[in-house]
């Protein structure tokens, strides 16, 4: 019997800019991702732009000269600030969330973009094995010499998670040095809104997960972060079961938490960015004990049939 396979991107968070005369919006594919800036200062898309390309030359797993890809290859390193920088933060939210966040799940989620891509599932052996090597424990960090190691033959570091956040937060640092007060830094979803539109908060959408293009529900944010992970976002579908990129780190299948969305918003990016991808891994129990050390925390989710909850 042949299968029905299919593979469905999908953005899921849309800012409203009304009547906005005034507002610049400027767009460009950086991080494997479409990065809108919208402002009034004719500046702030180049700031935003400037600093995305920058990270994405540390960041990127798919470009072998990105010094990700060096100590994925090479299994040790002396970082840049950046770098090592977010592999700290990987790692408290790793200890955090009690391992549902884990970016070395790397061997395992390649295999998984692999399969969304040929929309082909990939055999439990592979799974297995890759599996043998994920889990943040094997990764020794110095922070004087900022020595990032890995423990074991094989791991690797996959920053799909957090890199956008991460780089929303620094891109917005340097707005705010430039002197721009209002804009808000869209990537993909992962959405940073700084100051006001004129004397009024940003308003975003969030999208409904199981219809396109329909909003099930707005929100009002200033200097406030949101982002949204689900299952909706990259997958395939085989034999009626769903299969996307967000991982269980302890099974090495794609979570079936009974979540297919997630949204956070919260202070900072990449907060709201780990905390998404987290939650959907997690499901709403586990969820609800990690996310008590995050008091200022705002957590949406959608689950299999529908139902909006907070936690
Ligand atoms: P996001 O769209 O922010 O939810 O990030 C999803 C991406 O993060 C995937 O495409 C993988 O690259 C990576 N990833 C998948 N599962 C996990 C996990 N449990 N912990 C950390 N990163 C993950
Ligand atoms: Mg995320």
Redesign the pocket.
């Known amino acids: 019997m042949k299968n029905r396979l299919i593979l469905i991107v999908l953005l899921s968070i849309f800012v409203f800019y009304g009547c906005s005369p005034g507002l610049h919006r400027e767009s460009q594919f950086l991080m494997g991702t479409y990065v809108e800036v919208v402002s009034e200062d004719l500046s702030a898309a180049d700031i935003v732009f400037g600093e995305f390309k920058r990270l994405d030359s540390v960041f990127n797993i798919f470009d072998t000269g990105s010094e990700l890809s060096r100590l994925n290859k090479a299994g040790e390193i002396h970082a840049s600030e950046d770098l090592f920088e977010i592999i700290k933060k990987a790692k408290q939210f790793y200890e955090l969330t009690g391992g549902?966040?884990?970016?070395t799940?790397a061997p395992v989620?390649v295999i998984w973009?692999k399969a969304i891509r040929s929309s082909k599932l990939p055999a439990k052996e592979a799974i297995d094995e890759a599996l043998s090597h994920v889990g943040f424990d094997n990764v020794y960090l110095d922070d004087n010499s900022r020595q990032i190691k890995f423990l074991k033959l094989g791991m690797m570091v996959?920053l799909?998670?957090i890199a956008k956040g991460y780089a929303i937060d620094k891109a917005v640092l340097k707005l705010k040095e430039a002197g721009v007060s209002s804009a808000v830094v869209n990537a993909g979803g992962d959405i940073f809104c700084l100051g006001e539109n004129r004397r009024k908060a940003w308003a975003v959408g969030i999208q409904d997960p199981r219809i396109a293009k329909s909003i099930a529900e707005k929100i009002e944010l200033k200097n406030m972060a949101v982002a949204t992970?689900g299952d909706y976002?990259?997958f395939f579908v085989f034999q009626n079961k769903r299969y996307s990129?967000?991982?269980?780190?302890k099974s090495g299948y794609p979570a079936d938490s009974g979540i297919v969305s997630a949204t956070v918003v919260t202070k900072d990016a990449l907060t709201a960015?780990v905390l998404?991808?987290a939650v959907v891994?997690a499901g709403k129990a586990k969820a609800a004990e990690f996310l008590k050390e995050f008091a200022g925390a705002r957590v949406k989710i959608i689950d299999e049939k529908g139902n909006i909850d907070e936690l």
């Open positions: 549902a966040f884990d970016v799940v989620s973009k996959d799909g998670a992970s976002e990259q990129h967000i991982i269980n780190p960015d998404a991808t891994v």
